[in-house]
RNA sequence: GGAGAGAUGCCUGAGUGGCCGAAAGGAGCAGUUUGCUAAACUGUCGUACGGGCAACCGUACCGGGGGUUCGAAUCCCCCUCUCUCCGCCA
């Protein structure tokens, strides 16, 4: 969330930032949240008036006794009473003010930085590069990606949906291989640049869900088993940045580089429809996920080199794709700026959101209590970044459609290492 | 699941009612010193909120919540978690 100070220094430019992301009633909010913020220090400045009183005189009653002066310590504990009560009573108005204002700040999303475009939603987004692999023929007729999965048996709805229900697939023989290499080359190549590798639990509590801000903004959108109070998680993001909360970092281990694979869980509540048959939109599916903590001012230098390393797997993948910076409108609750990646499934003749790359300063960093200590011991919140690095369905849509041939289809050269087999063959 | 023990600062660990935000040691940081690696010595060393230009001051926090008391890390109750033993088990 937003940190008060910042927005008592900056309110117009906090309320103008809030309005780019299309948040309503920014003024309101704003001058309600510097409202309850002012009553919380005046409260807390009686309240800790009324103890000091009451701490000094318990004191001075411990002396009296002490010294025998019985009578003088019995009729001040009165007064100690009085104002042990005045205190609690402060501390009772203090709890009520600072729930307000947290409920308050919770509900206001990230001030978007100032090279987010303004705009409605995604027809304003910013085209910033494409990429279009050489001499690359296209098999005509081309198929979409359900189609293909069906003919050569890879991946298996119908299956899924038995066990589980619908968007839970069952990946299949050179389906369940294609996944596994797929997981296993995004992270080899994490590791090569330079990220460390962690594998996290896959359900967490509320705190973290809290902590990035999943709650309680998406609470409807993640799978909560409510027996034991926890979430499976969207995305990675969720544990491993939550592996930092709560914790004051030291200047040497920055930037954090961390990367994950796991399963990701979406309800996706409401948004089925037309474009989201076969792999375009699941309840369940694979993502390997970057994440970095840097030092302020180093976030944005870093968002590059996200977006550069993407880039890289993507190419490498020899996908058509197109990254594209996401305008104010179209933005997530919590980010201060996003390049989605795109890339082009030409049997459904679509670009899918394969990767979204995000800086969120120090939004996260406030909720986590995540800082770092600097050479002259201020404590100093720290920025969080996280990148899809990358989600595999999509991706496996845009190959299978990309790389069908007559009776068989293609993989990546980069994949073979992993895959074991160049093409998927009718048949088995 | 059953029985017992415990939870204190970055770590180890002392503290059973006021002089305790907390001993001591270690780690860390700064400095001094010796010819390197290293050691010795000195100092420093929690977080949050509030006040102040600042030095500094006030308040809260010893797993979490409640209670007793003029006064609680310390006594009482509840919860959570950890460890040990037994049972079960990938």
């Known amino acids: 969330m937003l940190q008060t100070a910042v927005i008592k220094e900056n309110r117009d430019w906090v309320i103008k930032a809030l309005e780019k992301k299309k948040f309503r009633k920014a003024t309101e909010l704003i001058d309600e949240i510097l409202r309850l913020d002012q009553e919380r220090k005046e409260t807390q400045q009686k309240m800790d008036q009324a103890q000091a009183e009451a701490n000094q005189l318990s004191r001075q009653i411990g002396e009296w006794m002490k010294s025998g002066e019985i009578g003088k310590a019995e009729s001040e504990k009165e007064k100690v009473a009085s104002l042990k009560l005045e205190a609690a009573t402060m501390q009772q108005q203090l709890e009520l003010v600072q729930k307000q ?9 990230n001030t978007p ?3 987010v475009p303004v705009g409605n939603g995604p027809e304003d987004n910013q085209l910033m590069r494409s990429y279009n692999p050489e001499g690359k023929i296209l098999f005509q007729p081309l198929l979409p990606h359900w189609d293909l999965i069906k003919q050569y048996d890879i991946i298996d709805f119908e299956l899924g949906n038995k066990i589980t229900g619908a968007g839970f697939p069952v990946y299949k023989g050179a389906g369940a291989r294609l996944q596994r290499a797929l997981i ?6 994490a590791l090569k640049a330079g990220y460390v590798e962690i594998q996290p639990p896959i359900f967490v509590n509320e705190a973290s869900g809290l902590g990035t801000g999943q709650l309680p903004d998406k609470e409807g959108q993640m799978y909560h088993m409510t027996e034991d109070r926890l979430y499976a998680i969207p995305t990675a993001e969720v544990p491993i940045t939550n592996l930092y909360r709560d914790e004051i970092l030291s200047e040497n281990q920055l930037p954090i580089r961390n990367v994950g694979y796991t399963p990701c869980f979406r309800r996706e509540a409401g948004s089925w429809g037309a474009h989201v ?3 375009n939109r699941l309840h369940q599916f694979d993502k390997v996920e970057i994440v970095q903590i840097t030092k302020p001012e180093n976030s944005y230098q870093t968002l590059e080199e996200m977006v550069n390393y993407v880039a890289g797997l993507m190419e490498q993948l020899e996908l058509t794709f197109r990254v594209i910076k996401l305008c104010g409108g179209d933005m997530g609750f919590t980010s201060a700026l996003t390049y989605d990646f795109e890339a082009y499934a030409p049997g459904q003749k679509l670009w899918l959101e394969v990767s979204s790359v995000s800086n969120f300063e120090a939004y996260q960093a406030n909720r986590l209590k995540l800082r770092y200590r600097t050479a002259d011991k201020k404590t100093i919140l720290l920025h969080t970044l996280n990148g899809s690095a990358l989600a595999l369905p999509r991706i496996v849509a845009a190959l299978l459609e990309t790389n069908q041939q007559k009776d068989h289809i293609l993989v990546p050269k980069v994949l073979h290492p992993y895959t074991g ?8």
Do not use: M, S, Y
């Open 101 to 109: 204002l947290n409920e308050a700040l919770l509900t206001v999303p």
């Open 113 to 115: 930085c100032e090279k």
């Open 184 to 189: 296993n080359f995004f992270l080899d190549e």
């Open 277 to 279: 048959r076969g792999l």
């Open 421 to 428: 087999f160049e093409t998927i063959n009718l048949g088995k």
